[in-house]
C-alpha cells in the first residue's frame, strides 16, 4: 500500500472514502469534521444527537457521500475519551476503520493526522501511528492459499495535512510508521509460515536477504562451526532432527566506535515437537511459531538498519527444529555449553532455554554492554501473564526500565517479574552444573534465572513472548495469527539508546 502525505482540506479530497474521527461526549464538531457534516446535510450530527455515533474507541461508522462530497464515502472513527487516550488507540481505531473500507472495496482512501494536537500527539506522531495502524490492521497471510480473496486491497492511503510545514511533519512520521509496521509484518510472515517452509536454512536466507536489502553485516555460522566453539547445548537440541541447524549473526554500525553497544539474540526453534519428552498432539500445529523471538530480531535488525541510529548492534539467532529419533538427545543426559558449564536435561521440550544458552555464551565473548533476548520460552509465562503482556526477568533495572518504556510507545505491554535469588535453588543439579528444568512453579522465573546464568554480569533482560506472539482473533491492528511482537518495542528501545544526531534535537514522546 502506497503512503503519501500532502496538503488540502479534506472535505475537498477526491477518494473512495475518507476518514474522520470524533471524540467520545463531544457536543461541538469543528474543522474538516465540520465541513463534512455541512456538506452531507447535517447527518454526521444528526447521528450524534440520535445517539448513533458516540465516538466510542474503534466505533466506525460508514455513511455514503451521494455526490455531496468529492469522497464517495465518509467513515467517522470513534477514539474514546480525550483524557483516555493514547497513541495506541489511534492505531487501533485506524485499524478498524482502514479494515471496514477494504470489506466495502474500497481502494484509495484518505485521513486526516488523527489524534494531532490532543494530549501531546504530534502532527509526526499522529503520522507515524496512521501508518502503523493501518499497514498493522490491514496485514493478511495468503502465501498458500489458492482461492482469491473476497474483496479487494487498500492501495494507498492519504494523510491530509494543513500546510506544507506540517506536510513535512506527516512525511516523516509516515515513512517511520511503515518501516516499523513492514518489519512486524516481516516477522508474521515468518511467525506463520509452515515449519516445512520455515526451516532454519529459510532464517538464514531472510536474514541475509535482509542484509542485502539494506546495509546490514551478516554471518551463519554452520555445525561444525558450532562444534569447533563449543555449542553443546544447541547442537545437542538440534541432533534430532534432519534439518542442519544455523546460528544466525547480523550486525549493524552506526557508531563510530567498535563497541556493542546493544546485542539482541532470539530463539529460534522452527517446529518444537517437545522432543523425546514430546508435547500433547492437540495444538503442536502452533509449535510452528516456537521462532517468534529469532523472526522478531531478525525484523528489528531491518528496521533499525534503515532508520539509521547512531548506535551499534548485533543480532544473535540459534535456529534448529527440536525432534524426537534415534540421535535426539534424551532426558538424563548431560550437555555442555560453550561457556563450559553442563547441563542435566531434566525435560527435553525446555529447550529455547538451551539454544540460548549457547548464543548468551557467545554474547559474552563479543563483550556487549547490555544484552536483551526474546523467546516464546514457557508456557508458564502464559499462565501468569495470559496473552495480554510479554513477561520481562532482568538483571539490571535502568535496562528494564527502558525495555518497559519501549514496549508501552508500541502498545505491547510488559510486566517486570520478579528474579529473587531463591529462585535459583530449583535450577540445581546432583549430577551437572545446573539442570534446565526448576519443576512447575514458578517455571517463567526458573526458566529465565537459567538463561541469567549465561548472560553474567551484562545488563540484560529476557523477554518470554510466549503469550503474545500470536493472537486468535482480530482486534485493534491485530489480527489472527501472528502479532509481530515485540518487533517494534526492539526498534524503540534502539532508538532509545542511540546517540542523538549532532544539531538535531530529538522528538519528546
Not at 444528526?46 to 466510542?56: A, D, F, M, Q, Y
Not at 563510530?256 to 508435547?279: E, N, V, Y
Not at 551484562?458 to 515485540?486: F, S
Amino acid at each position: 500500500m502506497e503512503i503519501k502525505t500532502i496538503a488540502g482540506d479534506i472535505a475537498r479530497i477526491k477518494a473512495d472514502a475518507i476518514i474522520v474521527n470524533l471524540l467520545e461526549g463531544s457536543k461541538k464538531l469543528d474543522g474538516g469534521l465540520a465541513r463534512i457534516d455541512q456538506a452531507l446535510d447535517g447527518a454526521i450530527s444528526h447521528l450524534i444527537r440520535r445517539g448513533e455515533i458516540k465516538g466510542k474507541l474503534k466505533e466506525a461508522t460508514l455513511l455514503h457521500s451521494l455526490g455531496k462530497l468529492p469522497a464517495e464515502r465518509v467513515v467517522v472513527i470513534g477514539l474514546g475519551k480525550k483524557k483516555e487516550l493514547t497513541l495506541d488507540k489511534v492505531r487501533q481505531a485506524v485499524a478498524e476503520a482502514c479494515r471496514l473500507l477494504r470489506r466495502k472495496n474500497a481502494g484509495n482512501i484518505a485521513i486526516t493526522p488523527v489524534g494531532a494536537g490532543l494530549v501531546g500527539i504530534t502532527p509526526e506522531m499522529a503520522a507515524q501511528t496512521i501508518a502503523e495502524g493501518a499497514l498493522l490492521g490491514l496485514y493478511t497471510f495468503r502465501q498458500h492459499i489458492t482461492k482469491k480473496p473476497e474483496h479487494g486491497e487498500i492501495k494507498r492511503l492519504t494523510i491530509v495535512g494543513a500546510d506544507k510545514a506540517e506536510v513535512a511533519l506527516l512525511e516523516q512520521g509516515s515513512r517511520k510508521g511503515r518501516i516499523l509496521a513492514e518489519a512486524a509484518n516481516l516477522a508474521r510472515d515468518m511467525v506463520n509460515e509452515p515449519a516445512n517452509y520455515e526451516t532454519p536454512a529459510q532464517m538464514a536466507n531472510t536474514a541475509a536477504e535482509a542484509a542485502k536489502s539494506y546495509g546490514l553485516e551478516v554471518e551463519v555460522l554452520e555445525r561444525e562451526q558450532m562444534r569447533k566453539l563449543g555449542m553443546g547445548a544447541l547442537l545437542g537440541v538440534a541432533q534430532g532432527s534432519e534439518q542442519p541447524p544455523k546460528f544466525i549473526i547480523l550486525r549493524y554500525k552506526g557508531g563510530k566506535s567498535s563497541d556493542i553497544d546493544l546485542l539482541l539474540a532470539g530463539k529460534a526453534i522452527t517446529f518444537d515437537s517437545g522432543g523425546i519428552s514430546i508435547k500433547p498432539s492437540e495444538g503442536m500445529g502452533e509449535m510452528k511459531g516456537d521462532m517468534a523471538g529469532g523472526a522478531a530480531v531478525i525484523a528489528a535488525m531491518s528496521a533499525v538498519a534503515q532508520l539509521k541510529p547512531n548506535i551499534n548492534v548485533t543480532a544473535l539467532i540459534p535456529a534448529t527444529e527440536n525432534l524426537p529419533s534415534g540421535r535426539a538427545v534424551k532426558p538424563g543426559d548431560v550437555l555442555t555449553a560453550m561457556n563450559g558449564k553442563t547441563i542435566e536435561i531434566i525435560s527435553t521440550d525446555a529447550e529455547g532455554r538451551m539454544i540460548l544458552a549457547d548464543a548468551l555464551s557467545y554474547a559474552s565473548t563479543l563483550k556487549a554492554k547490555r544484552i536483551v533476548d526474546v523467546a516464546t520460552l514457557t508456557g508458564a509465562c502464559m499462565v501468569a501473564l495470559g496473552k495480554i503482556c510479554s513477561g520481562a526477568f532482568a538483571n539490571n533495572q535502568e535496562l528494564a526500565n527502558a525495555v518497559v518504556t519501549a514496549g508501552n510507545e508500541a502498545g505491547e505491554r510488559i510486566w517486570q517479574m520478579p528474579m529473587f535469588e531463591e529462585y535459583k535453588e530449583q535450577n540445581k543439579s546432583d549430577v551437572a552444573d545446573i539442570k534446565n528444568a526448576g519443576g512447575r512453579y514458578g517455571g517463567a522465573i526458573t526458566a529465565a534465572q537459567f538463561l541469567a546464568e549465561f548472560a553474567g554480569d551484562t545488563p540484560w533482560v529476557h523477554l518470554d513472548i510466549a503469550g503474545t506472539n500470536m493472537t486468535d482473533k482480530e482486534q485493534g491492528y491485530l489480527v489472527k495469527g501472528a502479532t509481530g511482537v515485540p518487533v517494534r518495542t526492539l526498534v524503540n528501545l534502539v532508538l532509545a539508546l542511540a546517540t542523538p544526531p549532532k544539531n538535531k534535537r530529538r522528538t519528546r514522546r
